[in-house]
C-alpha cells in the first residue's frame, strides 16, 4: 500500500538553528516526491520536488531535502530557521501507475515553530 | 491575478443548505482537483477531473458533486452541508505532460467551510 508518514506533527526550533521535517514513504512504483509549506489561512506552494534526477534537491528560502531509497526518505532540511518559516509542512508522494496519469498521496503534516 | 482562484475565501453556511465552491485557472492545464483539509489528515481528493468529459471520483467522494463547466472552471458542491464537511477545501490543477515526470500540483488559496 502507497503511504506517507511524517513522523513529527509538531516541530520547534529556535531561530538561527537547523531545521529538520521527517518523511517516510511506501511506493510501488518509482515514486516523485514533494515539500509543500502552508502559511496560515494560505494555500499550499512547492518548496522542492524529486523526480529521479539529483538525490540532494534544493527548493526555495533554502530548504533542501534527500531522496534516500535505501531507507524509503525524503527529509526535508533548512542549515537556519527564519521566524517567516513557521508554517505547515507536507510531504507528497506521486506514482505513475499508468503513462500519463500519477497519483498523488499527502503525508498528514507537520507544523513548525520557530521560536525568536 | 493568481494562476488558481479560488471562491469564495470564507463561508459559513447552515445544515442542509447546498453550496458550491468554485475554482478558476488561468495556467492552462488539464487536469483539476478538489481536496478537502482536515488537521492531522493531511489532504484527502474528493474528486478529480482529467478533462470537460472525464471526471472522476477520489477516496471521499460522498456528499458532494463537481461540474467542470469548462477546461479552466471546476466546481465543488455540497448538496446537503453537514457539520462534518466543515474543512478547509483546495482546488488544485497539474498537466498531463508534467504528469509524465511527476510534476506536481499548482494549488489555490483554499476556501475555509463552516457547517453550522
Known amino acids: 500500500a502507497q503511504s506517507v508518514t511524517q513522523l513529527d506533527s509538531h516541530v520547534s526550533v529556535s531561530e538561527g538553528t537547523p531545521v529538520l521535517l521527517r518523511c517516510n514513504y511506501s511506493s510501488s512504483y518509482s515514486p516523485s516526491l514533494f515539500w509543500y509549506v502552508q502559511h496560515p489561512n494560505k494555500g499550499l506552494q512547492l518548496l522542492l520536488k524529486?523526480?529521479?534526477?539529483?538525490?540532494l534537491v534544493k527548493g526555495i528560502n533554502g530548504f533542501e531535502a534527500e531522496f534516500k531509497k535505501s531507507e524509503t526518505s525524503f527529509h526535508l532540511t533548512k542549515p537556519s530557521a527564519h521566524m517567516s518559516d513557521a508554517a505547515e509542512y507536507f510531504c507528497?508522494?506521486?506514482?505513475?501507475?499508468?503513462?500519463?496519469?500519477?497519483?498523488?498521496?499527502f503525508g498528514s503534516g507537520t507544523k513548525l515553530n520557530v521560536k525568536p | 491575478d493568481a494562476d488558481v482562484t479560488q471562491t469564495p475565501r470564507n463561508r459559513i453556511t447552515k445544515t442542509g443548505k447546498r453550496i458550491m465552491l468554485e475554482c478558476s485557472q488561468t495556467k492552462g492545464h488539464d487536469r483539476m482537483y478538489w481536496y478537502r483539509q482536515d488537521p492531522g489528515l493531511g489532504l484527502q481528493l474528493i474528486y478529480y477531473s482529467f478533462d470537460v468529459k472525464d471526471i472522476n471520483k477520489g477516496e471521499i467522494s460522498d456528499g458532494y458533486s463537481v461540474s467542470r463547466q469548462a477546461q479552466a472552471k471546476f466546481s465543488l458542491s455540497l448538496e446537503s452541508a453537514i457539520p462534518n464537511q466543515t474543512a478547509f477545501y483546495f482546488c488544485a490543477t497539474s498537466d498531463r505532460r508534467q504528469a509524465r515526470q511527476g510534476g506536481g500540483y499548482t494549488f489555490g488559496s483554499g476556501t475555509r467551510l463552516t457547517v453550522v
Open positions: 524529486y523526480t529521479s534526477a539529483a538525490t
Open positions: 507528497v508522494v506521486s506514482e505513475s501507475p499508468s503513462y500519463n496519469f500519477n497519483k498523488f498521496y
